[in-house]
């Protein structure tokens, strides 16, 4: 959130506040009873607010792990896509010699792994 939308959403709140407060005073709440009211739906709004939060971080929501999750799965696609075109685009010579050179490094890395 920027810094712009953190002074709105406090300017808002402290509206609220007092649209709250004339509101319970309108509805028959004496002076001090209205203002407490008020600021008590205050709290509730921040404390739903800070749980939902707080809910969407532990079962990870949040729009930034949404869109980089999202994005994952499609750069992976496109490049499974790509590698796929260009394998196809070979020869079946090279198709075989891509693949027994593929089997042979697979087999070189098992060799270089164990003790």
């Known amino acids: 959130m ?28 004496e002076g001090l009873s209205a203002g407490i009211a008020a600021e008590a739906v205050l709290v509730v709004i921040v404390v739903v607010w800070t749980g939902s939060y707080l809910f969407r971080v532990v079962t990870g929501q949040m729009t930034y792990m949404q ?19 260009r394998f196809d685009a070979l020869s ?10 593929l089997n042979l490094d697979e087999s070189e890395s098992e060799q270089t792994t164990e003790p």
């Open 2 to 29: 920027t810094r712009a939308g953190v002074l709105k959403l406090g300017l808002g709140l402290l509206l609220a506040g007092g649209v709250g407060f004339w509101l319970f005073k309108a509805a028959g709440f």
């Open 67 to 85: 869109q980089r999750r999202r994005y994952r799965k499609e750069y992976d696609q496109l490049t499974t896509d790509q590698l796929q075109a």
């Open 92 to 101: 079946p010579d090279e198709q075989q010699a891509l693949l027994a050179s």
